[in-house]
């Protein structure tokens, strides 16, 4: 992969399994700046994610809706649950 994007950048499947790759690369490389690096903590990290993740929009003043489903929002959770606690 050339370029890691962003969740902003995530807009189909294709795009979500580029993404993906760059997190695989992100936590080989980087690791240690991810706050969940096991698979349990990631996992409970990604679903009280998953829970708050409209509050994330609205404080950003995005107009999307975290309650349907999209390769954005899945990108979006993903991403916050290496650094959400």
Do not use: C, H
């Given at each position: 992969?050339s370029?890691?994007i962003t969740?902003?950048d995530?807009?189909?499947r294709d795009?979500?399994?580029?993404?993906?790759?760059g997190?695989?690369?992100?936590?080989e490389t980087?690791?240690?700046?991810?706050?969940?690096?096991?698979l349990a903590?990631?996992?409970?990290a990604?679903?009280s994610?998953?829970?708050?993740?409209?509050?994330?929009y609205?404080n950003l003043?995005?107009?999307?809706?975290?309650?349907t489903?999209?390769?954005?929002?899945?990108?979006?959770?993903?991403?916050?649950?290496?650094?959400?606690?």
């Amino acid at each position: 992969m050339s370029k890691n994007i962003t969740p902003a950048d995530v807009n189909d499947r294709d795009s979500f399994i580029k993404f993906v790759l760059g997190l695989k690369k992100d936590l080989e490389t980087k690791g240690n700046s991810w706050e969940n690096i096991d698979l349990a903590s990631f996992l409970d990290a990604l679903a009280s994610y998953a829970e708050d993740i409209q509050g994330y929009y609205d404080n950003l003043d995005l107009s999307i809706n975290a309650n349907t489903a999209s390769w954005r929002v899945f990108a979006d959770m993903l991403k916050g649950a290496t650094i959400y606690e």
